[in-house]
């Protein structure tokens, strides 16, 4: 009798052990698989610790990288112009969506942010701002995958953060989930929102950055509710557009290369919107590649 009370104890902690594990699993699973990721890992450390080696005197490794945490986001995401959102047309929208990730190592209590996406398409607009040989070159690289980003800060990476706020409101909200997408530049006011589709197929949206209602989220203020799609397209129209000349202009991209910015964030090479735009990814994709042509440039002189 006393081996059979033993048996059912040793099988009732293992059971209560074990719970806690497949619920962690199944939030990991809930968000974008990014395996195809490793392959650029080679890369992708090459281009980490050319930038920052000086900074910790040594080589950041494949095991500084943490594969666990990379985020995916979908753009330009061409979803307000639907009269009703269903899973369908959700999936839909994101099998025509571009996309970029976001991936993070830490290396000595410190924080490394990586930005990966593709060269885009030159568009008509910029190919009138660029020269002949800049041109040429640019077209050559479109569709190739490259680090558009790469900043080192002190603290834990804002879109970390955001993904730690969903999991959060999922649980406060007893909320099932079967899939959360992140995305980008869902209007011109709300710069990062994420998509969150239940076991039962409803569809809800976080907002994560923007300007809602005179109110700023981001990650220090966060909104932490739930919106339907019909709420999220009246916010949405609360924004009116500003006029822009200059595709390249500094309200789309900045680089600086030393120093510490409001974020506590050296960056390398910033790839951003202004705070009230669409991101402009044509013309994000030709700053950073002149910047890169540059910096190398000058290592020759």
């Known amino acids: 009798m006393k081996k059979i009370l033993c048996a059912f104890t ?28 490793r392959q650029y890992e080679n890369e992708i450390l090459e281009e980490v610790n050319y930038y920052f080696i000086n900074e910790f005197n040594e080589e950041i490794s494949a095991n500084d ?14 979803l307000l112009q639907e009269n009703n959102l269903n899973i369908n047309t959700l999936n839909n929208i994101i099998e025509k969506s571009d996309y970029f990730y976001k991936l993070f190592a830490e290396k000595n209590e410190h924080y490394i942010e990586i930005g990966y996406q593709k060269y885009a398409k030159v568009t008509e607009e910029l190919r009138n701002t660029l020269d002949d040989e800049m041109l040429k070159e640019l077209e050559a690289v479109t569709g190739q995958w490259h680090s558009s980003s790469v900043s080192l800060s002190e603290g834990k990476s804002q879109y970390l953060i955001y993904k730690d706020d969903i999991l959060n409101l ?7 989930c079967s899939k959360v997408h992140f ?7 709300i710069q990062i929102a994420s998509v969150l589709v239940t076991e039962d197929s409803e569809i809800f949206f976080k907002i994560l950055k923007g300007t809602v209602n005179g109110e700023t989220i981001d990650h220090n203020n966060p909104d932490n509710k739930l919106y339907t799609f019909e709420e999220i397209k009246e916010f949405a129209a609360q924004y009116v557009a500003p006029e822009v000349d200059n595709p390249l ?6 680089m600086p290369t030393s120093g510490t910015n409001s974020n506590n964030s050296n960056t390398i090479i910033i790839a951003a919107a202004s705070a009230g735009a669409v991101i402009v990814i044509a013309a994000i994709t030709a700053a950073v590649f002149i910047y890169k042509k540059k910096h190398k440039r000058n290592e020759t002189v």
């Open 10 to 37: 040793t099988l009732f902690l293992a059971i209560a052990i074990c719970i806690p594990a497949f619920a962690e699993t199944d939030n990991n699973n809930i968000f974008d698989n990014t395996d195809f990721f």
């Open 65 to 78: 990288l943490d594969y666990s945490n990379i985020l995916k986001f979908y753009y330009p995401f061409e």
């Open 249 to 254: 202009s500094a309200e789309v991209i900045g």
């Open 170 to 176: 999922m649980k406060s909200n007893n909320l099932k």
């Open 183 to 189: 995305i980008s530049s869902l209007s011109g006011n």
